[in-house]
């Protein structure tokens, strides 16, 4: 009887540290340092987004500026400078940045500027966007 005890724990113990090598999973470390990168990730996102929204709603005035075909530089600058005023999120650029040509007698708007970002501290991201009416 003592001697199938013995034997009987033995296998039992054996059994635990085998499955010990086998568990998967994701330590504390793990667990913490890709919460950082999320949290990193999730920050640089929520910043930049609002700068792209910004640039697409300049894309889109641009385009339909064109579309409506204004005849001189000053009505395009106008139309533009009235869209400022209700769609106030186009802060990064004005009216005068604006390069307007005519090509095949249809007009050609185009702009580009720079956006710096502060991720923190002295670290800054520096996006440059430039755009074109289609």
């Known amino acids: 009887m003592g001697l199938s005890k013995r034997v009987r724990t033995r296998s039992v113990a054996g059994q635990g540290t085998a499955a ?4 998967r ?3 504390l ?10 949290a990193f ?3 640089v996102v929520a910043r930049v987004l609002p700068t792209v929204m910004e640039f697409y ?5 641009v385009d339909r500026i064109a579309a409506s075909n ?6 395009v600058r106008a139309d533009f ?18 390069v307007i040509t005519k090509e ?26 430039a755009g074109h009416s289609h």
């Open 41 to 43: 990730g999730g920050v």
């Open 104 to 129: 095949n007698d249809k007009l050609q708007i185009s702009f580009a500027y720079d956006k710096q970002i502060e991720l923190g501290g002295p670290v800054f991201l520096l996006i440059k966007y």
């Open 57 to 61: 709603t300049i894309q889109r005035v």
């Open 20 to 23: 010990r090598r086998h568990q």
């Open 70 to 75: 204004p005849s001189t530089v000053p009505a």
């Open 81 to 98: 400078e009235r869209a400022q005023q209700v769609e106030y999120s186009m802060t990064s650029i004005a009216a005068k940045d604006l």
């Open 25 to 27: 999973g994701v330590s």
């Open 29 to 38: 470390i793990g667990l913490l340092f890709w919460g950082v990168v999320l």
